[in-house]
């Protein structure tokens, strides 16, 4: 679409920075318009130097195959700087994973050529104006139908063209055209009509007058850089005269113009198609107007003009300006009307000269090119504009996939690779860099990261003590490469896990506060993993940090217990065991007297209690029963592959059949187990939802089973991870810990203060009684995580209840001086809080109606707590008991904080 405005001062050859009124003084469209124009560029031009072309890792576009069918997966997509989103038509049955004319931003109408033989997709992103004729909520229905402001939208289409046409190159496939344009105000007086031989002399009335002239490609035939047949049109109104089909004004039929008459989908056909044909959906160009117009929108314009070529020479097919009809005249006849071609085009239009270079150049669909008249400051023989290129529309491209007639997918280049999933800057890989070890350094093969390449390169230099360990390496085992190294009196152990499985018949233990200890693994998914088979994993040294380790248990374990007197980093580990149903027992104790990491792990405390309450919903009904024994399975590794199993079954049954086991599995919920807490019964709802899909994807079933499993290893809250005491610094952060994280020690299963007992205790904490509780002076910090509750020692509060039935003081030491949860993810929304200072910000509680005969989510005690941006999801609108001397509140939502 096109916009009534006054003009387009946007010049970024003036490198302005910004738009400033000035008091007293008016401010024009022109001048807001700028204001937005500078804005964008100066963020696209940065965008295009830090990203310039390609998809993210997250969120970005890609294309798939789905079934043996070429599929596109929806997302951000940059290309040349500009940022666009390629999303699924309304109508398409996956919004996330559709087919290339399923597209919102690119509608196909029956008869336009779909992809075939093998081909390359690439993405167009470009920018169009939109104004309320095709987006009615433009428009304030307060203002009676009054035209506002008008938007701009960015296009994201993804075209395709044939194998050996390479859609990045500018000389095949231009983002804009390149052709220059000359504009001169002609003399009122003109010389003979070559169209009326009669007429020696033909006067313009009227002034120069005051208008944005626009010149506008229509159409182009041919490639664009050697067209064979163009189609150019003007317009003295900047072609923004536009109406409805049988809703414009009576007037707007008058008068000596061309009409364009078109769909709102030919508004979407700008560009370059590089595909070997495409049906005509441009708009009609008619004079007079039509008896009986069709399609949807109707524009009008001063004239147009329609040439061919052939060979070197261009004709005049036809055109008018203004009522007159153009026709091949004398190069220095000032005849309106009057056309030379050469290798420029020049007409004589109603009020000015038009120049345009055709030779050599480039011409694209949606070119145009504005010029503005200003009576007050142009005369007769002013120029206008002097070889001017166009000002819009630019198109951006990058190349996403080729697919082989024969093969399908074409394995994309290393360069394609990363390109296609580029990650965000704080989680660059070396894969992510084309960093491979080669034969000649084969001590950096382990390396995931750059940052780990380079650790290893210094180590290997300075004759460090990093070992391999496993298949292939220095040592075969952990324990093996421990002894050894201790007994040649090395005490930095550096044991760097290649791929694979480690055994631990007996545990892992070391009690030496001599030793620095650092085990990583290889990296990636399950590369290094570690079976502990039987005994407990006991460590008790200076410093420890595990890295990269997917740790798993076979049987239940006493305990996992960490210790570092001057520093424990735990980071990027998956570790999982399975604990005794109903005791007090935690898979991981931590504890430091100096500073603690537990950064971007999944920890998993499992009880077979939430597990077995699965399998008997599943075992209920015959439909469902063959998912039953899935959730017998506690090891994780041993889930995930019978997981997808049941997900390739599920996916490949017929449509018929998965809605019956989608209704077995509603009654059964609704029934039987209609008790169920949202935590269970949120991801049942979710998998019965896919069952009625019309075409489920393999990976969402898939999805759908771990979800399952994380909560009813949430609904079983086992102790996943202890802190058993406040005097480190620790920092727990972007993990996800399945279970219960305790303080000071192990809860009491059902050792939790009542409602009752917790109103008694806001009269017995006074200042005195909070100042008789010893504080570490360290701050725990939690941060972006998703936990499954948050505990205190048992015989914490038993000293709680004893002060209230005997006024006994507590004496507890070692208490967080400050306890920070920022922006984590509670999954059932149980809290027992102990600190002298609290501070909670953007925490979200799930399932805070967990317990139904109770309405309040738990406690905190300390002295003071600020509670900013929290938010509780349940059925109700839950309170947290505030115990604190002193606290602070500010837009928490769904979730009161009774003091």
């Given at each position: 679409?096109?916009?009534?405005?006054?003009?387009?001062?946007?010049?970024?050859?003036?490198?302005?920075?910004?738009?400033?009124?000035?008091?007293?003084?008016?401010?024009?469209?022109?001048?807001?318009?700028?204001?937005?124009?500078?804005?964008?560029?100066?963020?696209?031009?940065?965008?295009?130097?830090?990203?310039?072309?390609?998809?993210?890792?997250?969120?970005?576009?890609?294309?798939?195959?789905?079934?043996?069918?070429?599929?596109?997966?929806?997302?951000?997509?940059?290309?040349?700087?500009?940022?666009?989103?390629?999303?699924?038509?309304?109508?398409?049955?996956?919004?996330?994973?559709?087919?290339?004319?399923?597209?919102?931003?690119?509608?196909?109408?029956?008869?336009?050529?779909?992809?075939?033989?093998?081909?390359v997709l690439y993405g167009d992103v470009w920018e169009r104006t939109v104004t309320a004729l095709e987006d009615p909520e433009l428009i304030d229905p307060g203002l009676h139908g009054a035209d506002t402001c008008t938007r701009t939208q960015t296009m994201a289409q993804i075209k395709w063209c044939p194998v050996g046409v390479d859609p990045e190159d500018p000389a095949q496939n231009p983002p804009r055209g390149n052709a220059e344009l000359s504009l001169d105000l002609r003399s009122r007086q003109a010389g003979s009509d070559p169209c009326d031989p009669c007429a020696e002399e033909v006067t313009i009335e009227g002034g120069i007058g005051n208008y944005l002239f626009r010149v506008e490609v229509h159409e182009i035939e041919g490639?664009?850089?050697?067209?064979?047949?163009?189609?150019?049109?003007?317009s003295s109104e900047n072609g923004a005269e536009v109406y409805l089909i049988r809703e414009e004004p009576p007037e707007f039929r008058q008068g000596d113009f061309v009409w364009e008459l078109f769909y709102r989908s030919s508004e979407l056909r700008q560009g370059v198609f590089l595909q070997p044909t495409i049906p005509d959906e441009r708009g009609l160009l008619l004079t007079p107007y039509p008896d009986v117009p069709t399609r949807e929108l109707v524009r009008r314009w001063d004239g147009f003009i329609e040439l061919e070529r052939d060979g070197e020479s261009w004709s005049l097919v036809r055109g008018s300006d203004r009522g007159v009809t153009l026709a091949i005249g004398d190069a220095a006849s000032t005849a309106p009307g009057r056309v030379s071609l050469g290798q420029d085009l020049a007409i004589n239009l109603q009020s000015l000269s038009l120049r345009l270079g055709l030779e050599g150049r480039a011409f694209?669909?949606?070119?145009?090119?504005?010029?503005?008249?200003?009576?007050?400051?142009?005369?007769?023989?002013?120029?206008?504009?002097?070889?001017?290129?166009?000002?819009?529309?630019?198109?951006?491209?990058?190349?996403?996939?080729?697919?082989?007639?024969?093969?399908?997918?074409?394995?994309?280049?290393?360069?394609?690779?990363?390109?296609?999933?580029?990650?965000?800057?704080?989680?660059?890989?070396?894969?992510?860099?084309?960093f491979e070890a080669s034969q000649l350094c084969p001590q950096l093969s382990t390396a995931e990261t750059v940052k780990q390449a380079l650790?290893?390169?210094?180590?290997?230099?300075?004759?460090?003590?990093?070992?391999?360990?496993?298949?292939?390496?220095?040592?075969?085992?952990?324990?093996?490469?421990?002894?050894?190294?201790?007994?040649?009196?090395?005490?930095?152990?550096?044991?760097?896990?290649?791929?694979?499985?480690?055994?631990?018949?007996?545990?892992?233990?070391?009690?030496?506060?001599?030793?620095?200890?650092?085990?990583?693994?290889?990296?990636?998914?399950?590369?290094?993993?570690?079976l502990v088979e039987d005994g407990a994993i006991d460590l008790n040294v200076s410093s420890l940090r595990l890295a990269a380790l997917d740790l798993r248990t076979a049987a239940p374990l006493p305990t996992i217990s960490l210790q570092g007197f001057e520093s424990l980093t735990v980071e990027d580990c998956s570790i999982s065991g399975e604990l005794e149903t109903q005791t007090s027992q935690a898979l991981i104790s931590v504890r430091s007297s100096g500073e603690v990491l537990l950064?971007?792990?999944?920890?998993?405390?499992?009880?077979?209690?939430?597990?077995?309450?699965?399998?008997e919903i599943f075992d209920n009904s015959p439909s469902t029963r063959q998912l039953a024994p899935l959730f017998d399975i506690v090891d994780r590794w041993a889930f995930e592959i019978e997981a997808r199993s049941q997900a390739i079954d599920l996916a490949g049954k017929p449509l018929a059949e998965r809605q019956a086991i989608a209704e077995d599995l509603r009654q059964t919920r609704q029934g039987r187990f209609s008790g169920l807490t949202d935590l269970l019964d949120r991801p049942l709802i979710k998998l019965e939802s896919l069952l009625r899909a019309t075409a489920p994807q393999l990976t969402a079933f898939r999805n759908a089973l771990e979800c399952l499993r994380a909560a009813s290893i949430h609904e079983a809250n086992a102790i996943a991870l202890e802190l058993p005491d406040g005097w480190m610094a620790c920092r727990i952060e972007d993990s996800e810990i399945r279970g219960r994280v305790s303080l000071y020690g192990l809860p009491d299963r059902e050792a939790d203060l009542s409602q009752s007992e917790i109103i008694a205790l806001r009269t017995a904490l006074t200042n005195s009684m909070l100042a008789s509780l010893g504080s570490s002076n360290q701050t725990l910090h939690i941060s972006r995580n998703r936990l499954g509750a948050l505990a205190i020692d048992g015989g914490i509060v038993a000293q709680l209840r004893a002060l209230l039935s005997s006024g006994a003081v507590p004496t507890i030491d070692g208490i967080f001086g400050h306890l920070n949860?920022?922006?984590?993810?509670?999954?059932?929304?149980?809290?027992?809080?102990?600190a002298y200072r609290h501070s909670m910000t953007g925490n979200t509680f799930h399932d805070v109606d967990f317990l139904p005969q109770r309405n309040w989510l738990g406690w905190v005690i300390g002295r003071t707590a600020v509670y900013v941006g929290n938010q509780g999801v349940g059925s109700s609108t839950d309170a947290l008991e505030d115990l604190t001397l002193e606290n602070s509140q500010a837009a928490n939502l769904d979730l009161v904080i009774r003091s």
């Open positions: 679409m096109k916009t009534q405005i006054s003009r387009h001062s946007y010049r970024p050859e003036k490198r302005y920075s910004g738009v400033y009124e000035q008091q007293g003084r008016m401010i024009t469209d022109a001048d807001w318009n700028e204001m937005s124009e500078i804005s964008k560029a100066r963020l696209d031009s940065r965008v295009g130097d830090l990203i310039g072309s390609g998809a993210p890792r997250i969120g970005g576009v890609a294309i798939v195959e789905d079934g043996g069918a070429v599929r596109i997966r929806g997302g951000r997509l940059y290309a040349g700087g500009l940022a666009g989103e390629v999303t699924a038509a309304v109508s398409a049955p996956d919004p996330d994973l559709f087919a290339f004319d399923q597209q919102a931003d690119f509608p196909l109408t029956q008869n336009w050529l779909r992809p075939s033989g093998s081909y490639p664009p850089s050697d067209p064979t047949g163009l189609t150019l049109k003007w694209v669909v949606g070119d145009y090119w504005l010029a503005t008249v200003r009576e007050s400051a142009q005369q007769e023989g002013d120029v206008v504009l002097a070889q001017a290129l166009p000002v819009g529309i630019e198109h951006h491209y990058m190349a996403l996939a080729q697919i082989d007639e024969t093969t399908g997918l074409v394995e994309p280049s290393d360069v394609a690779r990363r390109r296609l999933a580029f990650p965000p800057l704080t989680d660059l890989g070396a894969s992510d860099v084309s650790e290893l390169l210094c180590q290997v230099q300075a004759g460090g003590c990093r070992v391999t360990v496993g298949p292939g390496g220095t040592f075969e085992t952990i324990d093996q490469a421990i002894s050894v190294l201790l007994a040649e009196g090395n005490t930095d152990l550096c044991l760097c896990l290649t791929p694979g499985l480690q055994q631990l018949p007996n545990g892992l233990q070391l009690d030496n506060p001599d030793v620095r200890l650092d085990i990583e693994g290889a990296g990636g998914h399950g590369s290094s993993r570690i950064r971007a792990n999944q920890i998993e405390g499992i009880e077979r209690s939430g597990l077995n309450l699965l399998r949860l920022e922006s984590n993810t509670i999954a059932n929304g149980r809290l027992q809080l102990l």
